[in-house]
């Protein structure tokens, strides 16, 4: 098993930025897609970005393309999301999450929460406009 704990959150004005962060231990080895999804509330947790196993191919929700950048340094056990330009609807809790399955691909469009298997707890994100 794999334990995800992320980091970087917090209150930020609409324009600012913030780097998450996504601590991986234990069975890291078996980790292939990580992503990163959010959820506000009274809403469904949705897709913010994904990343492949050797930290090459990525793919980003439409709402958070061009601002938001999805990296991983596999030495480091480390996801990190770079957010950019904030906006208030940014504002939500922030996951991450892991996939075992060395098939899902990566760039087949907005990934699903069912395609992965363990997840952080969570941090908030909260952009005041």
């Known amino acids: 098993q794999v334990q995800l704990v992320e980091s970087g959150g917090g209150l930020v004005q609409a324009g600012g930025s913030l780097r998450l962060s996504c601590a991986t231990s234990?069975?890291?080895?078996?980790?292939?897609?990580m992503g990163w999804f959010r959820q506000a509330p009274g809403e469904e947790r949705e897709f913010v970005a994904a990343?492949?196993?050797?930290?090459?191919?990525?793919n980003y929700a439409d709402s958070v393309k061009g601002r938001f950048t999805i990296s991983r340094d596999n030495a480091k056990n480390t996801m990190y999301l770079q957010m950019n330009s904030l906006k208030s609807e940014d504002t939500a809790v922030y996951y991450c999450?892991?996939?075992?399955?060395?098939?899902?691909?990566?760039?087949?469009?907005?990934?699903?929460?069912?395609?992965?298997?363990?997840w952080g707890q969570g941090t908030q994100v909260t952009v005041s406009s």
């Open positions: 234990g069975r890291t080895f078996s980790i292939y897609t």
């Open positions: 990343i492949d196993r050797n930290g090459i191919i990525t």
């Open positions: 999450a892991g996939s075992y399955d060395p098939l899902l691909r990566v760039a087949r469009g907005p990934l699903r929460v069912t395609d992965f298997s363990s």
